[in-house]
């Protein structure tokens, strides 16, 4: 085969379930010249980094960085360091990421206890509180946006019940870190790790992850060593704290378009990024609605990142994907485990999340859906959606 020349890769509206489109800024700050990782001017970018991380995870924890890796590099970070052989891990689990969490559990040697619940639905705190006062349990670790179905989870009770039983609390935000509030400290929560390439729209690469001071405090009284001596929080917190001893290689460049990333967030303010995350998902859902499509979750457990929605019975799960990409360069993903075939999940994550790729994609629909034969009111969805921004726009004027 030929070596393909230049720049030969199209360009995408990326709305699935990540990575999200980048800002053009941000591609711009991995183009910089590299520096050594100990280079005074990458020090100061450190600092500058876990300061930013710090404001969007709402938290004032000191070990708060990115771990070298992707989310799942985070979530493996959190449970390498907290699980210990033989400690009792209560997981919650209600999609694809909460399996996941099992699974290193396991590899891990940690007593696993399964919290489940529908695919679809949240998991239940009254039964989180009730697991908890039937059993000991050293950890208990759940997803506060399940990317595989578009739940919600609802965190604050878990996180007074799991304190109030001396727990440690760990958290997945990969699909809700800049695009739903996060309250790590509000909501008592000792360890939490994202992704880069969901909400905060940056290259995927990084995991950022937050440790409290209990969950430190348990890292240092470990009976073991941690298992994995590249995610031991201990040995990276030594470069990336005060020592700045030598550990592994930071990816230069990934820090370079983090930075960069987390200060348009700062700049966009959090409040009203998650505004524009609420409205361009409430003006997709009424347009997919007005469509007559179904979507899977309950109002009020809705992610406003990612809408999974049903797949019309008559209608080719594949070849509607198939022409979005094609015609449109529109990517949406396709259901994972039991939703395989089921359900499309529509990412509306960061820099996707706009009014432009929410009317470009109704509109797509509208014509491929009717093209498969979908009795669809022409024009319904993007009129149904175009009446939310008018509102919108109504309400902030008058404001
Ligand atoms: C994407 C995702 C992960 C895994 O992240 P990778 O970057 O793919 O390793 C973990 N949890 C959730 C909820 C996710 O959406």
């Known amino acids: 085969m030929e070596p393909s020349k230049g720049w030969d890769l199209p360009g995408r509206i990326l709305m699935g379930p990540g990575p999200s489109n980048v800002s053009p800024r941000v591609l ?15 020090i100061q970018l450190m600092e500058e980094v876990k300061d930013l991380l710090r404001y969007v995870f709402r938290t004032r924890n000191e070990v708060t960085i990115p771990v070298s890796g992707t989310g799942s590099a985070g979530m493996e970070t959190c449970l390498v360091n907290l699980v210990e ?3 009792p891990v209560l997981v919650c689990v209600n999609g694809l990421f909460g399996q996941r969490m099992c699974d290193i559990v396991t590899r891990v040697g940690g007593e696993l206890g399964r919290l489940d619940a529908e695919w679809g639905s949240i998991v239940d705190p009254a039964q989180v509180r009730k697991a908890l006062d039937r059993g000991k349990v050293k950890v208990v670790a759940i997803v506060h946006a399940e990317t595989s179905t578009g739940v919600l989870q609802p965190l604050e009770e878990i996180g007074k019940t799991v304190r109030e039983h001396g727990q440690l609390l760990i958290v997945d935000a990969v699909t809700s870190l800049g695009g739903h509030p996060v309250e790590t400290d509000g909501w008592r929560i000792d360890a939490c790790y994202s992704g880069t390439q969901k909400c905060l729209s940056c290259p995927p690469g990084l995991s950022p992850v937050t440790f409290s001071d209990r969950a430190m405090e348990t890292v240092r009284n470990r009976r073991s060593p941690v298992q994995s001596w590249y995610l031991d929080m201990g040995l990276l917190f030594k470069y990336w704290g005060e020592e700045r001893a030598y550990h592994h290689t930071a990816p230069i460049s990934a820090n370079y378009a983090l930075r960069e990333a987390l200060r348009l967030i700062r700049e966009e303010g959090l409040e009203a990024r ?31 990142s990612l809408t999974t929605v049903k797949i019309p019975e008559q209608v080719s799960d594949a070849a509607v994907r198939g022409r979005l990409l094609t015609e449109y360069g529109i990517e949406i993903g396709g259901g994972l485990g039991p939703l395989k075939g089921r359900v499309w999940r529509i990412g509306l994550m960061g ?8 009317m470009l994609l109704l509109l797509a629909l509208d014509e491929i859906l009717r093209q498969q034969g979908m009795n669809v009111e022409p024009g319904a969805g993007t009129r149904a959606a175009g009446d939310v921004y008018a509102r919108h726009g109504a309400r902030d004027s008058a404001a």
Do not use: C, I, K
């Not at 505004?275 to 361009?280: I, T, Y």
């Not at 309950?298 to 992610?303: D, F, I, M, N, P």
């Not at 820099?351 to 929410?358: A, K, Y």
């Open 85 to 87: 052989p033989g400690d």
């Open 28 to 42: 711009r700050a991995m183009s910089m010249p590299l520096v050594g990782h100990l280079d005074p001017s990458f």
């Open 351 to 358: 820099e996707s999340s706009t009014r432009n790729n929410v």
């Open 274 to 304: 998650y505004a524009r995350h609420e409205l361009n998902q409430t003006a997709l859902v009424a347009g997919l609605e007005a469509m007559g499509l179904e979507l899977l979750v309950a109002e009020g457990y809705r992610l406003w």
